[in-house]
């Protein structure tokens, strides 16, 4: 009776019923006045009209616009609304000035590294455009002096991070979309607890809709009785907005400035294979110590003060110069962000130049495969001119139907001579490129339309780093744990599964 109860009054299911109440509200008012239907009906299809010309000329993606046009002509009383409701990423004048104070207050903070980007220039310039692009569309630099580790697995990531959180001084910084009891966090809460004693500047994100089913309501408050400071992305309300759409996807752990963490790992057993959900859980991430540090502390800080509405002394935050003079690495790193309320796809735009720019190879891991016609046309571009594309994706699926539409993708994919493999043991989750022995990218942004155009999203772009290597001997050694698609076994699929496979994939973007 109590687990009945518990599931009775989870916050998701009394959510989902405040949302299916006003949904029930609408669709009584409707059926309420039922006898003026008819000028009803002429206002909600004027509205959808007009909704559908704004579509067409507003800057986003094709792919999204007509999974939207489609069924607001084809329900034309509701669509409007709908769309108004869900599918928009406008903000208001207010929001718009907060979003500035972060554009701003990134290029105040970050360093001028045009001597850097020069370096880049001179050593390659396809490189050096890369480079650029990020720190011109991004706003975050290039950087020397930042030794890199690639983690290829969420159990040594889970080990680097209790090594490196035990010996925080000054402050810790952890902002993640998924945080869930259990061994891995709760093993990280309890250094956080000690640390906060000490004095440490312990400080959590999390966002409200990831977690909405791996942590109470008000978990929070929780946390912020141990001393920890605690700040909740976009609390989830029983409310039909478009803000539902705007989630915080990144994974950033900071510690003292000089150490920091991003990839694909969240803060939950199964990314450490503590509990099977999916089979093995093949995920990744990127340790940095040096430099470079100080962009993802920058991310995590403006995020923080947005979020507070407070404007902070980020010099307080820097990392003792003696202990950056003492890292010695290679290459140059350049970790980035991307908000889905610039008009900018930055994640979206890196694996274009790295797949644009390669030469000999691309090597891609994703969760994911659903893609625009942009990037279906630069990967088989790639491929038809000689180029060595590979994408491994996961044999076990996390969604059946996205899975689907992943699949979908992939005879026009093969036809091209993009080679495709399934991780066979369970789910891999990582988002690594990695191509021609220069260039790679680790973080958190998965080739679908959510993390392309509607999440905010961190990554790290690498260029001649030892761990650029790393990437490419961790992608070798997984594709023997890989089956490899054939074009044959796409085409011999079932029409019925192919059918509904094409019928996904055409709302793919609103997935």
């Known amino acids: 009776m109590r687990k009945i109860l518990k599931i009775i009054f989870h916050r998701m299911v009394l959510v989902g019923l405040a949302i299916l109440l006003q949904l029930a509200a609408l669709v009584l008012m409707i059926a309420r006045f039922q006898k003026y239907f008819v000028y009803f009906y002429g206002i909600c299809a004027l509205l959808s009209l007009l909704v559908v010309i704004y579509i067409i000329n507003e800057k986003s993606n094709p792919g999204y616009k ?50 850097i980007e020069q370096k880049i220039y001179d050593d390659d310039i396809d490189a050096g455009n890369q480079s650029h692009y990020i720190s011109r569309y991004a706003f975050y630099p290039p950087y020397e002096n930042t030794y890199t580790e690639y983690l290829p697995i969420g159990e040594i990531v889970y080990e680097k991070m209790l090594e490196e959180l ?74 039909l907005s478009s803000k539902l759409n705007n989630r915080d996807h990144r994974k950033i752990t900071v510690i003292d400035g000089h150490t920091g963490f991003t990839g694909g790992v969240n803060l939950a057993d199964e990314y450490i294979n503590a509990y099977e959900k999916h089979g093995h859980w093949k995920d990744s991430s990127i ?46 790193v350049q970790p980035y962000c991307d908000s889905p309320l610039d008009g900018e796809a930055v994640g979206e735009t890196v694996y274009f130049n790295i797949i644009n720019k390669a030469k000999k190879y691309v090597y891609i891991t994703s969760p994911y495969l659903i893609i625009d016609n942009e990037m279906v046309t630069a990967l088989e571009t790639a491929a038809k001119s000689g180029l060595d594309i590979r994408i491994i994706t996961p044999h076990i699926a996390d969604k059946w139907f996205v899975h689907a539409v992943t699949r979908a993708y ?23 490129f990695t191509a021609d022995d220069k260039y790679a990218t680790v973080g958190t942004v998965n080739m679908d339309y959510r993390s392309l155009y509607l999440h905010f999203e961190c990554g790290t772009w690498l260029y001649k780093t030892d761990s650029v290597l790393k990437i490419k001997e961790d992608f070798l050694k997984t594709l023997e744990k890989c089956q490899e698609i054939s074009l044959e076994s796409c085409k011999n699929v079932r029409w019925y599964i192919k059918l509904g496979r094409a019928l996904l994939r055409g709302f793919a973007p609103l997935m």
């Open 166 to 239: 035990k010996k925080a001084k000054k402050y810790i910084f952890l902002e993640y979309f998924i945080i869930e009891e259990g061994i891995m966090w709760n093993s990280i809460l309890d250094i956080l607890k000690d640390k906060a004693k000490q004095g440490v500047d312990v400080r959590i994100i999390y966002d409200d809709m990831g977690s909405i089913m791996t942590l109470p309501f008000n978990y929070r408050k929780k946390v912020e009785k141990y001393g920890i400071k605690c700040c909740v992305f976009n609390p989830f309300v029983p409310v």
């Open 287 to 332: 340790m940095m110590k040096g430099n470079g540090v100080w962009s993802l502390t920058v991310m995590f800080l403006t995020m923080w003060d947005y979020l507070h509405n407070i404007k902070e002394d980020f010099n307080k935050f820097k990392a003792e110069p003696v202990k950056i003079k003492q890292i010695k690495a290679d290459g140059y």
């Open 410 to 432: 992939y005879e026009s994919l093969l036809e091209s001579g993009v080679r495709i493999y399934e991780y066979t043991p369970g789910f891999i989750h990582s988002k690594t």
């Open 66 to 115: 007509i999974a939207w046009i489609v069924p607001i002509l084809l329900f034309p009383i509701l669509g409007g609304i709908i769309y108004i409701l869900f599918g928009t990423n406008s903000l208001g004048r207010f929001k718009k000035k907060k979003m500035k104070v972060i554009k701003d207050t990134t290029l105040k903070e970050v360093p001028d590294a045009k001597n």
